[in-house]
């Protein structure tokens, strides 16, 4: 039975089978071995199967930045 791997990061390439998955997290990387088959790519969720593990990848949203306008900003 493989084991089940469940991170939260951003995967780097498009996934592929027959190719490495690369996933961002942590402020490193991952390379897995080679996909053998994909679940479910979705926003929220990317799921796939190496040659050594399964995969469950929780997608991490990009940063967003909020400006605040001088007046909100006095308030603070």
């Known amino acids: ?27 490193g990387f991952v390379y897995t071995s080679r996909v ?15 040659m050594n593990s399964i995969y469950k990848v929780s997608l991490v949203p990009n940063p967003v930045t909020a400006v605040i306008s001088d007046a909100y900003a006095k308030c603070a």
């Open 36 to 50: 053998v088959e994909i679940f479910e790519v979705s926003e929220d969720m990317v799921h796939f199967e190496t």
């Open 1 to 27: 039975m493989k084991k089940t791997v469940c991170i939260s990061g951003r995967v780097m390439l498009p996934i592929k089978e027959g190719a490495r998955a690369v996933i961002s997290c942590g402020g």
